[in-house]
């Protein structure tokens, strides 16, 4: 995408209302009420609210689904129901609709197919989004074998079969481990950065201010605040120091520096690290060690746990058990493949 394009409007809403009514017509519920959005190319923009508050709504208005009661939406300088802007979307609901019977590959042809894309062009971009997600090599099996997650990332390859120029995510990441979170959260930054326009619905409030620029929060139906994360999260009444260790005497003398100043001290305490941080740091140091998750049958610590207390018999079962489950011996060229790999299969990086 060109740069003079970086800031255009993609999505702009005014006044945007939608009124449910009953059987005689009569206003039921006001989902959405006087919605303003002005949602900008190459920017990664949250519709947050608690459930009932309208997010939903607003999304199937974005894509043409529902019209609204009143106000006007445009994407791309079009009305969402042109056809030609429903070819520039993709879109990820909050469940995915995947066919179980089928694989990942005739998956995303079928989608792709339904945008009649040529069968090269097909081909292509079926293991290019198989690559991204992560699926590659366990696009051989059948969908309905998939995890929640693996689901969920198939749904957001099929999303991006069209190479869209606005991408819409509903809960994006919701089933997903840290891993797998961690993965698509870069994923979304990286479409960013290539020019594509995300929309998303998240209740992960975590992930929403690691992957957003700029967020709307909505609570009956009604928006509430708007602005980039760093707008909407300073403390303006508050400053915060972030200095080396100091030792007790040293944050006594800082203490009554700034006491004799005319300044209160709410809290002295080391920084935290964010637990998906430590997560994932943990994950990967194991991963150089070569433990599989299924401890025992590597003759790992649980196996250990077992074998103590036990007499012979007892300890003779628990490692015929073991060494039954017990992964083959590696070679030097295999023991090489794995570490430059750095992964299983099912955990492939997106790139």
Wanted: hydrophobic fraction near 35%.
């Amino acid at each position: 995408m060109p740069d003079n394009q970086a800031n255009e409007d993609i999505v702009v809403a005014r006044n945007l209302t939608k009124v449910f009514k009953d059987f005689w017509l009569r206003e039921k519920v006001v989902a959405v009420s006087d919605l303003d959005l002005h949602i900008r190319a190459k920017e990664v923009f949250a519709i947050l609210g608690p459930n009932g508050s309208g997010k939903s709504t607003v999304l199937k208005m974005l894509l043409g689904l529902l019209f609204p009661t009143r106000g006007k939406i445009s994407v791309f300088s079009h009305p969402p129901t042109d056809v030609r802007t429903k070819g520039r979307i993709g879109y990820l609901p909050e469940e995915s609709y995947l066919y179980g019977f089928m694989d990942a590959r005739e998956t995303l042809d079928y989608f792709a197919r339904l945008f009649r894309q040529p069968r090269r062009m097909r081909r292509a971009r079926t293991e290019s989004l198989l690559e991204m997600v992560g699926l590659r090599r366990v696009a051989h099996r059948r969908v309905g074998e998939y995890s929640k997650g693996m689901q969920r990332r198939l749904g957001l390859a099929q999303a991006l079969i069209n190479d869209p120029d606005l991408l819409i995510l509903d809960e994006p990441t919701s089933g997903m481990d840290p891993l797998g979170t961690k993965k698509t959260k870069d994923l979304i930054r990286t479409l960013a950065e290539r020019g594509k326009t995300v929309i998303l619905s998240s209740h992960l409030l975590g992930d929403v201010e690691d992957v957003c620029d700029r967020v709307t929060i909505l609570y009956g139906g009604k928006q509430r605040r708007t602005g980039t994360i760093e707008e909407l999260l300073a403390r303006q009444d508050r400053t915060r120091l972030i200095m080396d260790h100091l030792d007790e005497s040293e944050i006594k003398k800082v203490e009554q520096m700034l006491q004799a100043s005319g300044h209160e001290i709410h809290e002295v305490s080391a920084p935290h690290d964010r637990l998906e941080n430590l997560f994932l740091r943990i994950v990967n140091d194991a991963r150089t060690e070569r433990l599989s998750t299924g401890g025992a049958l590597a003759g790992g610590a649980v196996a250990d746990f077992l074998r103590h207390g036990q007499g012979d018999e007892g300890r003779d079962v628990i490692d015929n058990l073991v060494a039954a489950g017990a992964p083959e011996p590696v070679t030097q060229e295999a023991d090489q493949s794995v570490a430059a790999q750095g992964q299983t299969a099912d955990e492939e990086p997106l790139q």
